[in-house]
């Protein structure tokens, strides 16, 4: 196994590759304006750092947010170009359970990323592994009082959530996002990957369809709201 892993759904640029034991090679950084500039270095150093060629990948994760709506599909759009060139399958592993999955938290915890807008992208979780409830869009001092909050969506508005609950790490790893699609994959028989990795018409840009999401599926954007470009309406008619 070697899995080829990125995320675009954060200001943080992050790739890396897993061989089913360990990271062998990962690249972040953090601009949340160059996703597109930033991915395809990334990756290529992520390959040469390792070893290793886009023929010797045998599955590629992308995070699927939620998050804004350019740098996201920059991700994605990879995604599905690469596993078209290499003939490997491309899932979608939602950004928050990555972050959960790198989290050091034995008990209940949220996670949390910035959403714009003074408001945060988040989910609960019982355990790294497990999410509760989300992901969901709120503003900061909605957020479930007492538990830890993970992520820079807590440590931006800790003085709204308390900064004794503010705990890192506040971006997503694409090892740990490589890490937690191969342990879901392990398990599975080739025709069971396949079928998860079939991409549904249509987007997630509600609650609920989000909620209804497994930890591991095809890659499918996570947007949760509506973006902020509109199709301009008819024209107002002019009158004397």
């Known amino acids: 196994m070697l899995v080829l892993a990125f995320d675009t759904a954060t200001p943080a640029v992050t790739a890396a590759l897993y061989d089913g034991e ?40 992308a995070g699927t947010g939620p998050g804004p709506y350019t740098g996201l599909r920059v991700g994605l759009m990879t995604a599905e170009a690469l596993a078209m060139t290499a003939g490997v ?24 990323t910035d959403a714009r807008r003074k408001e945060v992208f988040w989910a609960r979780y019982g ?50 996002l490589a890490a937690l699609a191969a342990e879901l994959l392990a398990p599975l028989s080739e025709q069971e990957a396949a079928q998860l990795a079939r991409v549904p018409e249509g987007r997630v840009d509600s609650v609920e369809k ?13 947007y949760l709201r509506r973006p902020d470009a509109q199709v301009p309406g008819a024209p107002k008619r002019v009158t004397a």
Not at 97 to 105: H, K, M, N, T
Not at 129 to 135: E, F, Q
Not at 143 to 165: H, N, S
Not at 210 to 222: C, H, K, Q, S, T
């Open 127 to 176: 355990d790294p592994r497990t999410r509760l409830d989300g992901p969901r869009v709120d503003r900061p001092h909605d957020l479930p009082g007492e538990l830890p909050v993970i992520g820079a969506g807590g440590a931006m508005y800790a003085d709204v959530v308390g900064a004794d609950r503010v705990r890192g790490p506040e971006h997503p790893s694409a090892g740990a």
């Open 22 to 61: 360990r990271v062998v090679a990962e690249s972040t950084t953090i601009d949340a304006r160059r996703h597109g500039e930033l991915l395809a270095p990334a990756v290529e150093h992520v390959l040469r750092e390792s070893g290793a060629t886009l023929k010797d990948v045998t599955a590629i994760v």
């Open 89 to 112: 399958p491309a899932f979608g592993v939602c950004t928050l359970d990555a972050l959960a999955y790198s989290a050091r938290e034995s008990g209940p915890f949220l996670v949390a």
């Open 210 to 222: 989000a909620r209804e999401l497994a930890v591991l599926g095809p890659p499918r954007p996570i």
